[in-house]
C-alpha cells in the first residue's frame, strides 16, 4: 500500500503564493516509477476533480491545465518520495481542495488528465483565495 499525505495550503489574499506538498510513505520504492498528478474541486461544484497539473515519474516532463501555466510549477523529488505544486499569482477561483495522486500506470510522462488515471490519492487540502 501506498499512502499519500499532503500538507500546505491554507488562506492567502489573491496575488499570494502557497505551496502544496505531497510526500509518499508505505511502500515507497517504486515512487520514482510513477508520474503525480494534482487535482482540485471547488466546494460547491458537483463536476469530478478538475486536473492542475502533473509531472512524469522522472520529472522530465510536466502538464498544466491552461488556467494556471505560467502561475504554478510542479516538481518532484524522488530521493524524498515527494512531489511539490507551487502556486504563485494566485487567484480567487483557485480557491479549491487540492489533491495529489499517483498514476494508475508506471512510468507515465505526465499526460494522464483524468482522475480515473490515478489510483492512490492524498487527503487533500484546502487552498483559499481572498479578493
Known sequence: QVQLV?????LVQ?????????????????????AVGWF???????????????????GRATN????VKGR????RDNAKNTAVLQMNELKPEDTA???????YHPFGRAVVTVPDGYDYWGQGTQVSVSS
Open 97 to 103: 481542495i487540492y489533491y495529489c495522486a499517483r498514476e
Open 72 to 75: 504554478f510549477t510542479v516538481s
Open 6 to 10: 499532503q500538507s500546505g495550503g491554507g
Open 14 to 34: 489573491a496575488g499570494g503564493s502557497l505551496n502544496l506538498s505531497c510526500v509518499a510513505s508505505g511502500r515507497t520504492e517504486s515512487f520514482s516509477d510513477y
Open 64 to 67: 498544466y491545465v491552461d488556467s
Open 40 to 58: 482540485r474541486q471547488a466546494p460547491t461544484s458537483r463536476k469530478e476533480r478538475e486536473f492542475v497539473a502533473s509531472i512524469s515519474y522522472n
